[in-house]
Each structure stands twice: as structure tokens, then as C-alpha cells.
Antibody, heavy 115, light 110 residues
Framework: EVQLVESGGGLVQPGGSLRLSCAAS????????FHWVRQATGKGLEWVSS???????YYLGSVRGRFIISREDAKNSVYLQMNSLTAEDTALYHC?????????WGQGTLVTVAS | QSVVTQPPSASGTPGQRVTISCSGR????????VYWYQHLPGTAPKLLIY???QRPSGVPDRFSGSKSGTSASLAISGLRSEDEADYYC???????????FGTGTAVTVL
């Protein structure tokens, strides 16, 4: 059974940092790209970042320079290091597997940026 | 403000056909595949259509996608109560160097 389990969310003060993790199981991890997609309460889906099988990375403009996506194939894991957080980063963050579209989504981990 | 726009809402009665539009630019829809996602409240989003018009296994053939120029559309035929959800198109954008979701359309079954 395919599983993507996110962790690492929580309450953080503006300017703080968090590291999200995504543990994958049930499939061959190394052949897939992975994305992080977020949704703020009452808002639509927003793509945040992606990492390819060769480590190529892409970022939403507003997070570029603050967030870093990485993967560790040996541990079947994807990470999102988030720095200099602002209230606009408050959202549910989903880890998503990708091949011919974002074809499997985790349930998400909630990030709240507030003082 | 997303560079890919959708109508905020659409509705129909059971059995009807509903179409959702997705309008973009030459740098996104005009150059790349379009994907469609269904998001039911309290659940993770689900891929409905990939590569403009392909359905993943398990997606009913009531759902169909198309693309022309810088616009795409999702059609739901034989509308059912369980189709009540938010629907998003998504596409890569060459100018933003990232993926973009459309603004989303809430479908209501009357």
C-alpha cells in the first residue's frame, strides 16, 4: 500500500524555521519526483516546491531563497526546510508523489506561523 | 493571484453535464500538459486527468479533459452527488519556473 506520511509541522513564531519530513513506503521511491503543495484555510491549492529524481529543484517565487527541498532515497524520505517563516506560510502542507501528474497525496502536516 | 483562472463555481442537477474552464497563457497551458484534481472536504486531493485528457486507472469515464490553445476544460457528465467537490487545474509555467494551480471551482450538485 502506497503511503506518504508528513511530519514536522507545528506552531512557530514569525522569522522562525521548521523542517517538514515525508516518509514514503509501498513503492519504489527513487523513480518518482516529489512535490510539496500547501493549502491555507479557506484558500485554494498552492504549489510550493518540487524535486526530481536527479535532485533538480524548483520553488514557488515567494519561498525561493527561504525554503529548501531535499530527498534521501536511502531513507525513502523527502524534506522541506522552511526558514524566515511569515504568517503567509501558514497552511496545511501536503507531500505529493509525481509521475504523469501529482498522483498520490499525503494527508498533510499543519504549519502555523504566529506570535 | 494565480496566472491560471477558473470560474469560482459551477452547478448542475444529477445526470447533467457540467464543464469547468481553465484559462492561462502561452507560457503555461499554451506550452504544457494540463492536469485536473478533485478535492473533497477533509480528504487529500485526487488526480482526475493527466496529460490534458488521460484518466488514471479508477477514474470514471464520466470525467474528461480537453485543451485548446491557452485554455483547457474538464467535463463531468452524468453528474452525481458524490461529484460535489472543489476542482483545480494545474500546469507548469515557463515564466514562473514552477507549477501553478488554477483558482479552483466549487461544483455543487443541486
Amino acid at each position: 500500500e502506497v503511503q506518504l506520511v508528513e511530519s514536522g509541522g507545528g506552531l512557530v513564531q514569525p522569522g522562525g524555521s521548521l523542517r517538514l519530513s515525508c516518509a514514503a513506503s509501498g513503492f519504489t521511491f527513487s523513480i518518482y519526483d516529489f512535490h510539496w503543495v500547501r493549502q491555507a484555510t479557506g484558500k485554494g491549492l498552492e504549489w510550493v516546491s518540487s524535486i526530481g529524481t536527479t535532485g533538480d529543484t524548483y520553488y514557488l517565487g515567494s519561498v525561493r531563497g527561504r525554503f529548501i527541498i531535499s530527498r534521501e532515497d536511502a531513507k525513502n524520505s523527502v524534506y522541506l526546510q522552511m526558514n524566515s517563516l511569515t504568517a503567509e506560510d501558514t497552511a496545511l502542507y501536503h507531500c505529493v508523489r509525481a509521475r504523469d501528474g501529482l498522483n498520490y497525496w499525503g494527508q498533510g502536516t499543519l504549519v502555523t506561523v504566529a506570535s | 493571484q494565480s496566472v491560471v483562472t477558473q470560474p469560482p463555481s459551477a452547478s448542475g442537477t444529477p445526470g447533467q453535464r457540467v464543464t469547468i474552464s481553465c484559462s492561462g497563457r502561452s507560457s503555461n497551458i499554451g506550452s504544457h500538459y494540463v492536469y485536473w484534481y478533485q478535492h473533497l472536504p477533509g480528504t487529500a486531493p485526487k488526480l482526475l486527468i493527466y496529460n490534458n485528457n488521460q484518466r488514471p486507472s479508477g477514474v470514471p469515464d464520466r470525467f474528461s479533459g480537453s485543451k485548446s490553445g491557452t485554455s483547457a476544460s474538464l467535463a463531468i457528465s452524468g453528474l452525481r452527488s458524490e461529484d460535489e467537490a472543489d476542482y483545480y487545474c494545474a500546469v507548469w509555467d515557463d515564466r514562473l519556473l514552477g507549477h501553478v494551480f488554477g483558482t479552483g471551482t466549487a461544483v455543487t450538485v443541486l
